[in-house]
């Protein structure tokens, strides 16, 4: 039947003469016109005021009119709430039609009107469908339930609607069963929300249902079985043998050809191993079991990338998570995840993730030179990321470090810019993670000092210069010519620019003692920047007061990096473990982080998933300041006394040292040669002796770092504001700097 004469325009598409059509003695023209209504209403177009109009046709034996008037109804029920009651006698006649279709269509939109006057004739009709001998009538029923509990809660319960959705879960038709799991399933969230989370649980999965929930997967509709399957995974079972039953009843669902009953299956059989190790007498050890079961996960999990690109970025996302926790279970499956040259870039970037999950020393290799074909691909941001991968790669598995680094040289002498910045980056990951073991290669990475321009780029090669600067032959000279543009580098590379200087200086004193001076000098009080300037300051003092402490502070062992990706928290991972096949596990996030009008901090979070409860804020500000801040305007919170006022005795005096300038190369090198340590103790006297000093004399701190000649000889008795002075000082060991 050719329906776009409906939507075709012509004089005759006015309101008017549509009202003059609904109200024709003729069957087949009030049809029409009824047609043309939801057409214009479909198309956007402004009909409300035929309601009364087409209210009329409601009572008609023809089916199709019925479901077209009553979608208009739906549709223009708010608009109209005083008409719709004129409905209710059509809806109530109609519960009680013996054509179970229409009785279903009949409660299925008195549901859907959301209009409060509409809902106490609604009551005996659901009433009398929640009990109809049709399963048809009763599934849509059941689902009717859960609207009416949305629109009123109280209502719900005092006509005791959700015992009797308890009473459907028992019904011999898997339809109902699982129209009745939905409908509590969506009470049970609905409740949590208006309880701020804390469920009354209207429907908990027992011993008493759980063999009917089960036995309904098989004929039920697939989104039936996601229903079902979403809830018996809060079932906890009494011991391993029921656990192992459920398993045993839930895997054939994995052979299920959507995806999305895939996942449940697999949420609901990752949940149950968890139990299988309770009071388990049969004989058969829960490590085996297990095994076996991983070993039937694998080709289904495998098979979920079959699907187009946006479904395989939510299997990919959701098999992550599964092998953070059961690594061995695709261990087999690695060359699933290789890239395709036509993926989009999404969905590589989430298999690079898995290929380095799934890395082991059997695989490696192959795995290697997979990432090698990666990285001469054209997509900069993929490669970067393999690159990224390759270093991952080498962090995780020791023994297949000297062939990442290999790889990565190769890349290097592509003299690709991009290839080369990644690779330096990576290339110092695996120094910090494997210390003094390729140190060889420094050489041939300082070739290419002039191709690094991106920062994190060159702050890797400033640190690995500064770090192994005794192995390199010309590292003054090439930190002096990084520090010639120190003003206009980025902060990283200031902040590793000064440590590598600080380095270098300790490793080669006689060398770097203008060099060390000048880039204090810049750190210090040439740039706006407060992290470096601070850093500078720490090693001023370091070294002018204990160059043997700066030596052991500055050049200390550090411990081997690991790969952070790699590492979860235990009991979040078992949180988004129970969200497989939601957003939870798309986002890798609880959902109480991002659902809509929830506000949670990651501590809530961290608490809500170890069962800890709500402890004391200890960032909230004191008990004044919040009660100020409710009573005061925020423009008045400083005139407020939030303290006693500290006494004028205790008041801090500045103080600083006496300083004296080097005028004679002697004197600077009596300096220098006690900063170093290299001066006899019984020549070396007190670096300086505090002493108030007035307002008008400055000082240049360098002046601490290069002038220990200048002292206040023993034999002088410090005075009682004198020995004040100095305690203060030893309590804060920068006051000097001040």
């Known amino acids: 039947m050719h329906r776009h004469k409906f939507f075709s325009t012509n004089k005759r598409g006015e309101n008017f003469e549509l009202k003059a059509d609904l109200n024709s003695e003729y069957r087949h023209v009030r049809s029409e016109a009824v047609k043309k209504v939801i057409a214009n209403m479909t198309v956007g177009k402004d009909v409300s005021g035929l309601f009364p109009d087409v209210l009329k046709n409601m009572q008609t034996e023809d089916i199709e009119l019925k479901k077209l008037v009553y979608l208009y109804l ?25 054509n179970p279709l229409i009785r279903a269509l009949a409660i299925r939109t008195m549901g859907c009107i959301r209009v409060d006057k509409i809902i106490d004739y609604l009551t005996e009709p659901l009433r009398k469908c929640l009990k109809d001998e049709n399963p048809y009538v009763r599934k849509t029923a ?22 009797m959705l308890h009473e459907l879960v028992a019904d011999v038709n898997p339809m109902v069963v699982a129209n009745a799991v939905v409908a509590l399933l969506d009470i049970n969230e609905m409740d949590a929300q208006m309880h701020n989370g804390v469920a009354t649980r209207a429907f908990k999965v027992t011993q008493a249902n759980i063999n009917n929930l089960l036995h ?10 996601v229903a079902i399957l979403t809830a018996i995974t809060d079932y906890r079972p009494s011991n391993g043998k029921e656990a192992e039953g459920i398993i045993d009843r839930v895997m054939p669902r994995l052979q299920h050809v959507n995806g999305a009953v895939v996942l449940a299956a697999i949420k609901v059989i990752l949940a149950n191993l968890r139990y299988t190790h309770i009071n388990n007498d049969d004989g058969v050890s829960p490590d085996d079991f297990q095994t076996t079961i991983f070993r039937k996960m694998a080709p289904p999990l495998a098979t979920l990338l079959a699907n187009p690109p946006e479904f395989q970025f939510i299997a990919l996302r959701n098999i992550q998570l599964i092998l953070k926790k059961y690594p061995s279970i695709l261990d087999r499956e690695i060359r699933v995840f290789f890239c395709k040259y036509n993926d989009p870039l999404y969905v590589k970037l989430e298999k690079l993730q898995i290929l380095i999950d799934l890395a082991n020393p059997l695989n490696v290799d192959q ?48 003299g690709i810019s991009y290839v080369v910045q990644e690779a330096m980056v990576v290339i110092m990951n695996i120094f910090r993670c494997y210390p003094n073991q390729y140190e060889a290669i420094i050489t041939r990475l300082c070739a290419n000092l002039e191709a690094v321009d991106e920062p994190a780029a060159k702050a890797a090669l400033i640190w690995m210069i500064g770090e192994y600067a005794e192995r390199i032959d010309n590292a003054t000279d090439l930190i002096e010519h990084l520090a010639d543009n120190f003003h206009d580098e980025n902060s990283q590379v200031q902040l590793q620019l000064l440590t590598a200087t600080v380095k270098l200086f300790l490793k080669k004193p006689q060398e770097t003692q203008t060099l060390v001076q000048s880039v204090l000098q ?20 370091l070294l002018s007061t204990d160059p043997q402490a700066a030596n052991t502070v500055v050049l200390s062992e550090k411990p081997p990096v690991q790969d952070a990706l790699q590492q ?9 473990l129970l969200q497989i096949g939601t957003l939870a596990s798309v986002y890798h996030r609880p959902p109480e982080t991002f659902l809509a009008g929830e506000r949670y901090g990651a501590d809530l979070v961290h608490q809500r998933t170890t069962g800890m409860e709500d402890e004391d804020d200890m960032t909230a500000p004191p008990p004044k300041i919040q009660a ?111």
């Open 522 to 541: 810049m750190a210090t009080t040439g740039c706006d920047n407060a992290d470096l300037r601070d850093r500078g300051y720490v090693y001023w003092r």
């Open 568 to 576: 979860s928290e235990s009991t979040l991972l078992d949180a988004l």
């Open 74 to 98: 739906m549709n223009y029920a708010k608009t109209q709430p005083e008409l719709v009651i004129l409905a209710v006698n059509t809806f109530v006649k109609d519960s009680d039609d013996p």
């Open 142 to 163: 059941a689902t009717c339930v859960a609207k009416l509990y949305e629109m009123n809660p109280v209502l719900t319960d005092e006509q005791e609607f959700i015992p």
């Open 367 to 414: 795995l290697l030179a997979e990432l090698k074909e990666y990285a001469n691909e054209v997509d900069v941001e993929f490669v970067r990321q393999t690159i990224h991968a390759i270093g991952r790669v080498a962090i995780k598995i020791d023994e297949g470090a000297e062939r990442c680094v290999s790889i990565l040289l190769d890349l290097i002498e592509t």
């Open 628 to 738: 100020a801040l409710k009573t005061t305007a925020v423009e008045d919170l400083l005139d407020l006394d939030w303290g006693d006022t500290a006494s004028p005795t205790m008041a801090h005096t500045p103080t600083s040292a006496t300083h004296t300038p080097i005028d004679s190369p002697a004197m600077a090198k009596t300096a220098m040669d006690d900063l170093l340590g290299l001066a006899s103790s019984s020549s070396s006297a007190p670096m300086h002796q505090a002493a108030p000093l007035p307002p008008a004399v400055t000082s240049d701190p360098l002046d601490d770092l290069f002038n220990s000649s200048a002292s206040v000889p023993s034999t002088v008795q410090p005075s009682s504001s004198t020995n004040q002075q100095k305690q203060k000082q030893q309590q804060d060991p920068f006051a000097d700097l001040l």
């Open 216 to 225: 309904a997967l098989n004929e039920c509709t697939e989104w039936g079985q």
